[in-house]
T-cell receptor
């Protein structure tokens, strides 16, 4: 089976930096994705790491360590609009099917 | 990229009835998925629906309750059968061309 762990809630102020950690267990790991979901909205893709290291896209960066089964999403220069739920998700190929399995999500609240 | 539309966007249904949700993609995709998101919860994969083969269901989901059709590479339906209030959720269609995209969801309330 698969399991992912991430903090349930994070609070930060505008302009700050926040890191959301994710640890995972899966038998058929292909890569780690991050999604953002605003209340009432659909999940939107932020990043995907298949190899170890840091991927940077604007204010958002994502890191993966396959040996540690660990990754994180780093959000810089936080803005009020970043208040949302953030999900880590493993791309899993066990059982012969390529599928995306989600963590429970981290609710980020950005305050002035 | 892929643009996904779902119908209906929301519905209120009586227990014991069934609802079919449609998912349309603007390009041909091999892999299509159906997820459920219960209020305040994460996304749970219901099944993988690849064109030309039977859908593959995740543990806890069965074909009699959630029959799926995948007649071509741009369209799929998910039926929620014999509904109960516990089926009240958002149902999301998702596709994987290069990365995984999600439709806007169907918000279902069962009374």
């Amino acid at each position: 089976g698969q399991s992912l762990e991430q903090p349930s809630e994070v609070t930060a102020v505008e302009g700050a930096i926040v890191q959301i950690n994710c640890t995972y267990q899966t038998s058929g790991f292909y890569g780690l994705s991050w999604y953002q979901q605003h209340d009432g909205g659909a999940p939107t893709f932020l990043s995907y790491n298949a190899l170890d290291g840091l991927e940077e896209t604007g204010r958002f960066s994502s890191f993966l360590s396959r040996s540690d089964s660990y990754g994180y999403l780093l959000l810089q220069e936080l803005q009020m609009k970043d208040s949302a739920s953030y999900f880590c998700a493993v791309r899993d190929g066990s059982g012969g099917y390529n599928k995306l399995i989600f963590g429970a999500g981290t609710r980020l609240a950005v305050h002035p | 990229s892929a643009v996904i539309s779902q119908k209906p966007s929301r519905d209120i249904c009586q227990r014991g009835t069934s609802l079919t949700i449609q998912c349309q993609v603007d390009s041909q995709v091999t892999m299509m998925f159906w997820y459920r998101q219960q209020p305040g919860q994460s996304l749970t994969l219901i099944a993988t629906a690849n064109q030309g083969s039977e859908a593959t269901y995740e543990s806890g989901f069965v074909i009699d309750k959630f029959p799926i059709s995948r007649p071509n590479l741009t369209f799929s339906t998910l039926t929620v059968s014999n509904m109960s209030p516990e089926d009240s959720s958002i149902y999301l269609c998702s596709v994987l061309p290069d990365t995984q995209y999600f439709g806007p969801g169907t918000r279902l309330t069962v009374l």
